[in-house]
């Protein structure tokens, strides 16, 4: 089976040295799918030519806009895509929003949650309603659906109009970087290098609306004065879209009592999650919530949201909280510090949960996944 797999999120990821979202999601795949029998891929970016990638060679579809608008207006395939693609390619794999519209190769695409329709108030609104309105109807006429969530399927089902007959759940994976504790000196190095201190509760995410960062802000506000010096929050994620109270609470500290690390490397956030007193993660909305699973196995406490998918990935190792509630946000950080008993219950629970969730199992669905759209 020879697969053209959609690469132009994660290539352009790996130039910024900044791998996340789905451009972790689409590494992670495209190094297990390569292990696995009679699966060859063909990396392809929507840019002029053949592209030079870390990836090696790498096909060029041409630029994705004006492609996307012909075939959106003329009812037609993608012209340079079309044409490029080479004829003994199996199926195409759109693992990001880029999704072609081919004439003779079926499509497969992932979605990773219906967040752009269901909450238009979370995202950009630049060309928002045309954005929209063509991936729609691209994804619409992949072959077949990917997607990483029970939750986030019964989203795509109403907001895009997808039977559920055509969806396949492919949940993500933690690797396994995760479950090895890290070493003393690599510790020390990463505490020197972000100024960390001693101990701390850990927000990690681009900050945008969804993510909810005000609200813990606020709830790590309402904890006394000496465990608020005691526990600083940490916040690691660049600036994203409408952050501007984040970014200016941020700035401000708190009295050294919030400290922002902005975008922080890959290779240091196994030391930053496995030092923290707890991850909080107080999002609105998720397709997955991967960072959870991610805490689970480096054993680290997680108090998350009890909304969208994160009670299915969560389950019962992480304490869930009404992500608008400073105050039971707050009574969670209490309880992680003040409940021993409550915290190593945690811990085995979240490392016996991570290790059901492996890149290999999300590859093998994925494989799956293509042979039915072929057949």
Known sequence: MKVAFGSTILVQALKRD???GIGSYSRELWQRLSTLENTALLPYVFASGEAASPLGRTLGL???AWQALFAQFSGMAFPLASHRLPVDIDLVHATDHLIPVLRRTPVIATLMDAIPLAHPEWVSLRLRQLKNLMWCQAARKARRVLTISE???????EWFGIPEARISVTPLGVDQRWFMPPSEAECQRVSRTLHLPPAYFLFLGTLQPR???MTLIKAHRALPLAMRQAFPLVVAGRAGWSCGAEV???REGDSGMLRWLNFVPDRDLVPLVH????LIF???HEGFGLPVLEAFAARTPVICSNTSSLPEVAGDAALLIQPEDAGQMAEAMLQVIDNGALTERLLDRGLLRARQFTWERTAALTRQAYQEALS
Request: glycine residues 8%.
């Open 18 to 20: 900044a791998v996340d």
């Open 62 to 64: 041409g630029p994705f």
């Open 151 to 157: 939750h986030a399927r019964s989203e795509i089902v």
């Open 211 to 213: 993510k909810n960062l």
């Open 248 to 250: 200016s609470a941020l």
């Open 275 to 278: 030092g923290a007193r707890a």
């Open 282 to 284: 107080p999002s609105l």
